[in-house]
């Protein structure tokens, strides 16, 4: 049986696959990882599959369906996101039309909201919700004896006429080791080229190394949509062979980003992971990043650095505790202020993360979180408008206290596929944190201490020269078109 999965086109470069779906404005393009840990699977059960990458390799919809129906598949995957679900609802009767297959959707908004997708348009089947790399292949078993759907875990799907059954969920993968390296389906389906991390050197590959995080940031989608807090882990050995197989199989790789929501929820296994990395030399060929806590040790990040990490990424999130306490973010100011320190002292680069529009934030609060991003002064930065999920405690919060200002999914990103903020508040406007999330960029990335760094790094390594030679056009015609719009 023929099985098609498909990032569906909808704005050229759009990161569906990234935490918070967007144009990126510097850049940046996430791999289908999802989709392709689900390729990997149903390879390894004996069906025959295509990983399209719609966005990645600039395809359009006629494109798309015309490749989709040459193909041939019984079931095609749909991955979508709350931005594009409108269109890519539109796809999947294209598709569907077009190749008469079976289409089941899958992704966090889908996971969330099973039936109000399924309502949406008639193109679609079903939705299979969270981890959906072994439902897919019972699913396609199913569809291929004729049994019923009812008993496949881990589906919503129409049973009728104005009818959607949702089945039993599906228990989350245990044993990951089990799952066949995602970096083997990159190579054989996708062009590592297609894809960059505007912080990492290029090209880059993604990993997953454990899914589910078992922190509690009240707006993080992936933990509480698709995978869970329970965060299950491969083995350290595991991990260091995939890291293997990329040094021997994708030689052109010269970074590889660990996706996981932290890395280093668990200390002893990054530990363990670095010792593999080093005694196997694999740290002297390869490159890696990773996401990372605030109350990351000294000790444990030099290790890392000696195992071959460039650059972690901390969730700093806001320079005032009583909005990092009102978001369960779990940090404090001072863990902060001393992680920045020992990155530093370790030699590890810094991508810091900051959101503007966290519960009780003020234009004063705000300011305050600006200043904090400047004084812990990381190798760079991002700044996000606070963006509420469904099936997220953020939009629960914003719908009960009716701070969403629309109800039409496509807005959550704005025209040119930027991110969008939805939220007022009594204290803050929708428009005013755009202008604060922009200000923020601003302020930080024009400060000459700022770009007289960025300047020595280059000249130290070709490597991100071409990383920042890549970012710096995009996210510059960025600015230039925020500051068009501040004149206007």
């Known amino acids: 049986m023929k099985v098609l999965l498909l990032n569906p086109p909808f704005l050229p470069k759009y990161s569906r696959n990234s935490r918070s779906p967007a144009v990126t404005k510097g850049g940046t393009l996430y791999y289908p990882i999802w989709l392709s840990y689900a390729a990997g699977v149903l390879e390894k059960e004996g069906f ?26 019984k079931m095609v995957v749909i991955d979508t996101s709350t931005p594009s679900i409108y269109d890519d609802v539109k796809t999947a009767a294209k598709i569907k039309q077009a190749t008469n297959a079976f289409v089941v959707m899958v992704g966090t908004h889908v996971s969330a909201m099973p039936e109000e ?35 496949v875990k881990g589906i919503a799907f129409r049973s009728g006429k104005g ?67 329970n965060y299950r882990l491969r083995s350290a050995k595991n991990v260091a062979d995939e890291f293997e197989y990329i040094v021997n199989n994708l030689p052109e790789v010269r970074e590889v980003g660990i996706e996981d929501d932290t890395l280093t929820a668990d200390i002893g296994r990054v530990r363990e992971i670095c010792r593999l990395l080093i005694e196997r030399g694999i740290s002297k060929k390869i ?60 030699g590890l680069l810094v991508h810091g993360c900051f959101i503007i529009g966290l519960p009780g934030e003020t234009r004063e609060t705000a300011r305050r979180t600006i200043e904090f991003a400047k004084e812990l002064d990381p190798d760079d930065a991002q ?23 629309t109800s039409d999914f496509s ?10 903020s939805l939220i007022s ?27 007289f760094r ?6 130290g390594s070709w490597n991100e020269t071409k990383r920042v030679l890549k970012a710096a056009p995009i996210f510059f015609s960025y600015l230039v078109k925020v500051f068009s719009k501040d004149k206007d």
């Open 454 to 459: 960025t300047l020595v790094l280059m000249l």
């Open 48 to 73: 025959e599959v295509k990983l399209m990458d719609a966005p990645a390799q600039g395809l359009m919809l006629e494109q798309t369906v015309a490749m989709a129906a040459e193909f041939g598949p």
């Open 425 to 451: 508040t009594p204290s803050l406007s929708k428009e005013d944190v755009i202008e604060l999330v922009n200000k923020a960029k601003v302020e930080f990335y024009l400060r000459p201490a700022f770009v």
């Open 287 to 346: 490159k890696w990043y990773a996401n990372v806590r605030v109350n990351l040790d000294l000790e444990t990040m030099r290790i890392m650095k000696q195992a071959g990490c460039r650059l972690v990424i901390p969730g700093y999130e806001s320079g005032v505790q009583e909005l990092l306490d009102a978001a369960h973010k779990g940090i404090t100011l001072d863990q902060s202020r001393e992680f920045a320190k020992n990155a530093k002292a370790a």
């Open 163 to 229: 009818k959607v059954t949702i089945n039993d969920p599906r228990p989350m993968i245990e044993n990951l080791d089990e799952l066949p390296f995602v970096t083997s389906v990159y190579k054989k389906h996708l062009n590592v080229r297609d894809y960059f991390y505007s912080s990492a050197s290029y090209p880059m590959v993604m990993v997953i190394t454990g899914r589910g995080c078992p922190f509690r940031c009240f707006w993080c989608n992936w933990p509480q949509v698709f995978h869970g807090h």
């Open 117 to 151: 997708t399924l309502d949406l348009g008639d193109g679609v089947d079903a939705v299979a919700t969270h981890e959906y790399d072994y439902t897919l292949p019972e699913l396609a078993r199913a569809l291929e004896s004729g049994e019923t759907l009812k008993k």
């Open 383 to 405: 700044f996000f408008p606070l963006i509420v999920y469904p099936g997220t405690e953020a939009y629960e919060w914003a719908r009960t206290n009716r701070y969403i200002t």
């Open 411 to 420: 807005k959550w990103n704005t025209p040119e596929g930027w991110h969008n």
